[in-house]
């Protein structure tokens, strides 16, 4: 209830003596406050229910609960704690003047009264309380200034976070994009030019044994020096050998000029034009990127990738970047794997393989494609799942993780390419992520 009359400043005197009350209640109400009355400590915690004074004047010998005990009951009740208590006493012994005091009452007057002590106590007291509240105003304000400030500071580094960590990732990408297109670039002209010479002397060879089925034909009996030299080197053998070789030779610079192929598609980390792209070209590249971590070494067989790819449309996307989720999703994946092979032999292993599989599919009615990773490396808690996504989060040691790359994942299939993108994990069994993407992407 309010303690405002009309703007008037409301005063309870409490007291059992009639004479006490009539003498304060004139005197105050002459001065100009409104003054409520209690002829006891009961009957003043009833008026306190219906109407809260700004100050009480309160009779320290009372019949029934004195005045101490009022006090204590007051400064008991959490909304009435700060209201300024006066005692009046007759008593002027020092011992009741402490004990009043520790029980919360702010100060002494003494019977008899003299009218101006009364109210410049009164006063005193009023003005401390306005004080106190201005005071315990301005703390708010300056708590809540304070709060917005923190929350503010806390907003910005995240946000400065935030930028500095794709930046890092957006570096680490494209140092990592421009280093496979250099190599790739490297491998070119001297695979080129191996393969086209291979044809020349594929050519040759042809000619030479031709020429020399021709010596044969023509001249069937050599000269035993001749015929020595065709036995020491097995013609017959080289002959056929050799084809053979340049065959293989063919082989092998066609699959570096794949390699170099798939470099030169992964490195496409050109991240502002959208184009249409094959999905499974992506893929592929960023496999042959990370072939080295796939293959068997004296601790474990290779890692096995099983492709389960659908008929994709080419989508509409920013091809370097998805290749970019590809990237962390399969070296997350990887690292999955070799954590789970911790421990175990060789042979544990082959009897478990690593298996990495990879499955992609349209749906032509909502124009989507999912692409599924899934391993069985050392999967997740929920725990840890609810932080993945988080940026800087790494379970990995120093130096081996950053914790930014499921982060930079998720951006790029959501804010860029409005795609969604979801896990299914189990601890020690392994881990499905799942990443949709709209076919075309929406402007
Ligand atoms: N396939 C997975 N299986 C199990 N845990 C995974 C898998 N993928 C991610 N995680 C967990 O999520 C965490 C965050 O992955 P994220 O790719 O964001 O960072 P990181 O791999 O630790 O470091 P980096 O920045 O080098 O990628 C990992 O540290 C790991 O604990
Ligand atoms: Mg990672």
Known sequence: MNSKHEGQT?????????????????????VGFRVLVAKDGGDALNKLQSA????????????????????????ANPNHRDLPIIFMTALADTDNKVKGLS????DYITKPFQQEEVLARINLQLKLRSLTRELADKN?????????????????????????????????????????????????????????????????ARDLIHLLELYGKYYPEPEPEILEEIEAVDLEYLVKDFTKLLDSMKEGTKRLADISGSMRTFSRSDTRTRVAFNLHDGIDSTLMILKHRLKGNDD?????????????????????????????????????????????????????????????????????????????????????????????????????????????????????????IALASQPGRGTEFNVTLPAQLST
């Open 10 to 30: 409301t005063l309870l005197i409490v007291d059992d003596n009639p004479t006490n009350i009539k003498v304060l209640f004139e005197f105050l109400r002459k």
């Open 52 to 75: 809260v004074p700004d100050l009480i004047l309160l009779d320290v010998m009372m019949p029934g609960i004195d005045g101490f005990e009022t006090c204590r009951q007051i400064k």
């Open 103 to 106: 029980l919360g009452a702010l």
């Open 140 to 204: 708010q304000q300056l708590a809540e200034l304070n709060s917005q400030l923190e929350q503010k500071v806390k907003e910005r580094t995240s946000q400065l976070e935030k930028a500095q960590s794709q930046l890092i990732l957006s570096e680490k990408m494209s140092s990592l994009g421009q280093l496979v297109a250099g190599i790739a670039h490297e491998i070119n002209n001297p695979v080129s030019f191996i393969g086209g010479n291979l044809s020349h002397a594929q050519d040759y």
């Open 300 to 420: 474990r067989p290779p890692i096995e990738i099983v492709k389960k790819y659908g008929k994709l449309p080419e989508i509409e996307c920013y091809p370097g970047q998805l290749n970019q989720v590809f990237m962390n999703l399969l070296s997350n994946a990887i690292d999955a794997v070799e954590e789970k092979n911790v421990g175990r032999s060789f042979d544990d292993i082959s009897a478990d393989p690593n298996c990495i599989t990879i499955e992609t599919e349209y749906f032509p009615e909502s124009r989507q494609v999912a692409i599924r990773i899934r391993d069985n490396g050392i999967g997740m808690t929920p725990d840890i799942q609810n932080q993945i996504f988080d940026y800087l989060y790494t379970t990995k040691a120093v130096g081996k993780g950053t914790g930014l790359g499921l982060a930079i994942v998720r951006q790029i299939v959501e804010d860029q390419h409005g795609g969604t």
